[in-house]
């Protein structure tokens, strides 16, 4: 097939924040430096920000490094009095905690709507010059005839039907050709998978673990008990999913009457009848949320995963032609709760290492080993590093967290062991089905809400006559193995009802997908316990339409 090619200087792979104050940062140096840097950034979303989710609390150091007059520019910040309360949840009761941990202060931060944080960081970058193609997913890394060496990367064709046939409006992908191209492709990424099984950049790394995150957007009555509440930013922790199983709530006041809310599951959990979207509504049915949230309407919903692992699970960072940046490269810091501004803080630093490079003309690996080093002489390398043995220190069960929480504390992050181990959050799982799920919690349509109706409010469309992207390559394993085993997990764990199981002729179960909903969580993938899915971008422009979580 002819396909067309362009060549950039350097093509972002990504519109989250990494990659956009990457492409930001780049433009600047280059203007300062008086120098012609041609630069493209792809987004698989229909416009960026619109796979953006997150809780999310901003740490604005990068941005000041990046944008210093943010403020008088229009940043869209929601909520700036940030008074924090941190609270141990039991079933009916909670208890605040007298102390919070330092590493949880979120004065000086900022409450934010990803998604609209990305919008304007898109339209600062456009302003630039930065060439911005939405609707773009990059399904393929592109290497020069010794494939060693990436080049760029193909974006997927559009208008191809269910039977993988071109339809009447087929437009093939397009081949972004790059001195440099910069992955950041969020957690999970399906182009830095393939990279990572080529070029060997996780070999010798801890595997990464994940947590994955149901997140609503909540708009509140005027005389809501949570306007007279002392806090603004609330964490919590216990109840629902109890201390053996890591992750926690938190709820985050926005603009115009909004709360963000949401809760956090790290993917280790060994239950599988355990269900994140039902432990998110037991959550929300539990005394002290229901009472702040009492009278609200769920304006958007979403869902996310998060890579907590931290620095040890950091894969190599540049190959030659390459680097990697955020989520992606695992900078976010699961200790303070927070990922954008390391996301960000390691494009910038990409996008130095890179100007050199190319100023160099040494593009290779070697050439772009600056961007480690940066790092490593970055705020990033001190907040990660102290982190380091955090998230699998809450794996823990029960109290024992807290033993090794407190060892790390007093010992600048290294604790009892240094490094403490991270197995795959797939292999998590323990055999068994008999535990009785807890009862469903009650859904109104309004505040309480079920799937589906999370799906319609995500804003998730895709085009229906397309190959299903999410690739199972043995479905006979599916109704046999992990139905016996665990009663097929994928069913609980997906937050978009994408997986189902059917009675068939003769009684036995079926497997029947409905992409359609899917939120590109990524979920799936992660924690499918024979690692039978995977996760492959659908046509360019599908997905969430996220516009204020
Ligand atoms: Fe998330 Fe996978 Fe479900 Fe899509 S199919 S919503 S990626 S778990």
Avoid at 265 to 270: A, I, P, Q
Avoid at 313 to 334: E, H, I, K, R, W
Avoid at 483 to 493: A, N
Avoid at 532 to 538: A, E, G, K, L, Y
């Amino acid at each position: 097939m002819e396909r067309e090619q362009l060549e950039f200087d350097v093509v972002f792979v990504g519109g989250g924040p990494a990659n956009l104050a990457g492409a930001i940062h780049l433009k600047q140096l280059a203007q300062k430096a008086g120098r012609e840097v041609e630069v493209c950034l792809i987004e698989k979303a229909e416009a960026i920000g619109a796979h953006s989710l997150s809780g999310a609390v901003l740490d604005l150091k990068a941005l000041a490094e990046l944008i210093p007059d943010y403020a008088a520019r229009g940043c869209p910040l929601e909520e700036t009095d940030l008074r924090d309360g941190v609270f141990y949840l039991t079933p009916r009761k909670q208890v605040r905690l007298p102390y919070l941990p330092p590493a949880m202060h979120n004065t000086g931060c900022a409450v934010i709507s990803l998604s609209k944080f990305c919008a304007w960081l898109g339209a600062a970058a456009e302003e630039l010059g930065v060439n911005i193609f939405p609707g773009f997913a990059g399904v393929e890394a592109l290497y020069d005839a010794g494939g060693r060496r990436v080049t760029g990367v193909r974006t997927g064709d559009k208008g191809v039907g269910k039977d993988g046939k071109p339809k009447s409006n087929h437009e093939p992908g397009v081949d972004l050709l790059a001195k440099v191209t910069v992955f950041g492709e969020g957690p999970k990424g399906s182009l830095i998978r393939e990279i990572g099984k080529k070029l060997g950049i996780f070999s010798g790394k801890m595997p990464q673990v994940y947590e994955t995150a149901v997140k609503e957007v909540i708009e509140l009555p005027a005389d809501s008990p949570f306007w007279d509440s002392p806090f603004t930013v609330i964490h919590t922790f216990g109840y629902p999913l109890g201390l053996d199983t890591k992750g926690g709530g938190f709820l985050y006041r926005m603009k115009e009457r909004r709360i963000s809310l949401g809760l956090v599951v790290g993917l280790d959990y060994e239950d599988p009848m355990l269900e994140p979207y039902r432990e998110f509504l037991r959550f929300k049915h539990h005394p002290l949320i229901a009472d702040l949230i009492r009278g609200g309407k769920v304006l958007q919903q979403g869902a996310k995963t998060l890579a907590a692992g931290g620095w040890y699970t950091m894969p190599q960072l540049a190959v030659d032609g390459a680097v990697f940046v955020g989520d992606s490269a695992s900078m976010l810091n699961v200790q303070r709760l927070k990922g954008i501004h390391t996301a960000m803080k390691s494009g910038m630093l990409a996008a130095e290492t890179v100007l050199d490079a190319i100023g160099k003309g040494d593009l290779s690996a070697a050439g772009l080993r600056g961007y480690a080093a940066r790092l490593e002489a970055s705020w990033i390398r001190s907040e990660l590093y102290t982190a380091r043995n955090f998230g699998q220190a809450l794996s823990r069960k029960g109290l024992f967290k807290f033993l090794h929480l407190g060892a790390q504390q007093v010992s600048g992050g290294r604790g009892f062991i240094d490094p403490m181990k991270t197995s795959e959050d797939g292999a998590a799982l323990k055999a068994g089905h008999a535990a009785a799920a807890a009862p469903a919690p009650e859904v109104d349509g309004t505040l309480y809400i079920d799937k589906l109706t999370g799906v319609y409010l995500s804003g998730t469309q895709h085009e229906e006559d397309q190959p299903c992207h999410l690739v199972i390559p043995d479905t006979e394993l599916c109704v046999t193995r992990c139905w016996e085993t665990y009663r097929s997990p994928c069913t609980r764990f997906c937050p978009g009802q994408v997986y189902e199981m059917e009675t068939a002729e003769g009684g036995r179960p079926r497997l029947k997908l409905n992409p359609s909903n899917c939120l590109h969580c990524k979920t799936c993938e992660i924690k499918d316990p024979f690692k039978n899915i995977i996760w492959t971008c659908p046509e360019g422009g599908g997905g969430p339409g996220y516009t204020i979580t």
